[in-house]
């Protein structure tokens, strides 16, 4: 008895937590704090049921789209499981909590996180080609965090390649830029494909070869 006593806490928590994580981290709108809200949330679409009953799941980014008497209307949602491998960007609305459109999102669609940028950043610093470019100050860059100015950060975008030959076509990479005292180092394009942690430094508009 005590064992499947605990077996259900265990799978109430999986369900719960990601869903608090979601009203915590998305939005501070009364509506939505409601449980029955968010159950009706994530009764309404099945890939998002199936992402937030993962046990992993995490919110990536969240977007107003647009407000209603001050108040936000609609929401753009994105939550994903690594363990499931899948991702959904959601539209909300948020007067309700009623998902109005979802669509899955492969790899290479999902927006970069304040994660994956440090992550590139700490395997960028590792190569040596990256290191000659910004000299002796490179061990003093850090991913930037939104709404600070540190006076040595990184900078990130995704980017994606048609070239079927192009490891960019398969993984996820991404194009770092290097900040030192508000000026960008321009001049090499440094580029982190993510998944096998290999760097390519390369003059802005040429091809190179990737670094390990």
């Not at 029955?36 to 949330?41: D, G, H, P, Q």
């Not at 040595?152 to 079927?164: M, Y």
């Not at 180092?185 to 993510?194: D, I, K, S, W």
Request: with cysteine; glycine share 6%.
């Amino acid at each position: 008895m005590t064992n499947l006593l605990m077996d259900s806490g265990k799978q109430l928590m999986r369900k719960t937590l990601p869903m608090l994580a979601l009203v915590t981290l998305v939005w501070t709108h009364p509506v939505l704090a409601q449980p029955a809200t968010i159950e009706k949330l994530v009764a309404s679409d099945t890939r998002m049921q199936a992402i937030l009953e993962s046990g992993d799941a995490r919110v990536l980014s969240t977007e107003e789209l647009d407000t209603k008497d001050g108040t936000p209307a609609r929401a753009q949602v994105v939550i994903e499981s690594p363990r499931l491998k899948s991702a959904v960007r959601a539209i909300i609305d948020v007067s309700t909590g009623r998902v109005l459109e979802s669509r899955s999102l492969t790899a290479r669609e999902l927006p970069l996180t304040q994660e994956q940028l440090a992550q590139a950043t700490a395997i960028a610093l590792r190569d040596p080609a990256v290191r000659r470019f910004l000299g002796e100050t490179a061990e003093r860059f850090r991913a930037a965090i939104p709404g600070t100015r540190p006076p040595f950060a990184t900078e990130g975008f995704l980017v994606a390649s048609e070239d079927p030959g192009d490891p960019c076509a398969r993984s996820r990479c991404i194009d770092l830029l290097f900040i030192a005292n508000g000026r960008y180092f321009a001049g090499q394009r440094v580029t982190v494909e993510l998944d096998a942690g290999r760097v390519t430094v390369r003059p802005m508009g040429q091809h190179g070869e990737a670094h390990r």
